[in-house]
């Protein structure tokens, strides 16, 4: 059963957020990896590189204080954090790590 998509109305908390990325990347990957016939690895490369020049403009964005967010870029942090992040999703997850389980039955 496939998951029911998530639209940006749905968006309410960092869950949902990361949901719709999820479904949003992955689509974005197949339309290009179909259209382009690109090998996996090359419009992989691509999104991160695309992610990477979204962090440097919204970082821009941020450099003089004006949004009323209050976030302060700090490169050098900041983008350690996204490699750790890239890095832990994309880490095979071993058999026996019950987020990857599949439920049976009910308690």
Same mark, same amino acid.
């Given at each position: 059963?496939?998951?029911? =998509? &998530?639209?940006?109305?749905?968006? $309410? !908390?960092?869950?949902? /957020?990361? $949901?719709?990325?999820? @479904? /949003?990347?992955?689509? %974005?990957?197949?339309? &290009?990896? !179909?259209?382009?016939?690109?090998? =996996?690895?090359?419009?992989?490369?691509?999104?991160? %590189?695309?992610?990477?020049? $979204?962090? #440097?403009? &919204?970082? /821009? /964005?941020? @450099?003089?204080?004006?949004?009323?967010?209050?976030? #302060? =870029?700090?490169?050098? %942090? !900041?983008?350690? $954090?996204?490699? %750790?992040?890239?890095?832990?999703?994309?880490?095979?997850?071993?058999?026996?790590?019950?987020?990857?389980?599949?439920? &049976?039955? #009910?308690?």
């Amino acid at each position: 059963m496939l998951p029911q =998509p &998530v639209k940006t109305a749905d968006i $309410t !908390d960092e869950n949902s /957020a990361q $949901t719709y990325l999820n @479904q /949003a990347i992955m689509t %974005t990957f197949c339309r &290009v990896l !179909d259209s382009s016939r690109l090998p =996996p690895d090359v419009v992989m490369k691509l999104l991160a %590189t695309a992610l990477g020049q $979204t962090y #440097r403009e &919204v970082a /821009a /964005a941020h @450099q003089d204080g004006g949004c009323p967010c209050g976030w #302060r =870029p700090q490169p050098g %942090t !900041d983008i350690e $954090t996204l490699r %750790t992040s890239l890095e832990e999703a994309a880490a095979p997850r071993r058999i026996d790590d019950l987020l990857s389980m599949a439920a &049976v039955g #009910r308690a």
